[in-house]
């Protein structure tokens, strides 16, 4: 039986696709030198730069902050200059010691940590939404309506 005339740049097409796949599957495996990427250990710390959004307000700046797995890690310089105030004390862990975790520099903590933040972190699309109290926000005042 013949497939209708329509049909036929579908069929064709059908056709190139799975020999192209075929194709595909017999290259070889990409060769990588020792030089070409980071060797990152599962429990190594690493550099993220998510998009950062406050109290559902979306932040222009971007700031560094370090993580394992789904662990994000943040200091009080990071807070800060997302425009958060926090004193010197405040959002430590208590027991955390950030030598303990490879690739991590000293001065950061758990954002899990920090009582006065509530955050979620999606590791999949590098997004970080932070709730913050407005108290110890630092941010531009937006005017509406007349002056």
């Known amino acids: 039986m013949q497939p209708p ?10 056709t190139l696709a799975g020999a192209a796949s075929q194709g595909f599957a017999q290259l070889p495996p990409p060769v990588v ?13 690493y550099p993220v730069y ?9 932040q222009d700046t971007s700031i560094g ?13 990071s807070l800060k ?17 950030a030598a303990q975790i490879p690739g991590l520099p000293a ?8 009582s006065l933040l509530q955050h979620r972190y999606a590791a999949a699309t590098q997004r970080l939404e932070i709730q913050a109290p407005i108290d110890r926000l630092n941010l531009a005042t937006t005017r509406i309506g007349g002056s």
């Open 5 to 14: 005339s329509a049909l036929l740049p579908l069929v064709a097409a059908l």
């Open 33 to 45: 030198s020792p030089g070409q990427m980071p060797a990152y250990r599962l429990d190594q710390a």
């Open 50 to 58: 998510p998009r950062v959004l406050i109290n559902g307000a979306a």
């Open 65 to 77: 902050f370090f993580a394992v797995g789904d662990t994000l890690y943040s200091s009080h310089a």
């Open 81 to 97: 200059q997302l425009g958060i105030a926090l004193n010197d004390d405040e959002c430590q862990a208590g027991s955390f010691n």
């Open 107 to 114: 001065g950061y903590f758990p954002l899990s940590s920090c």
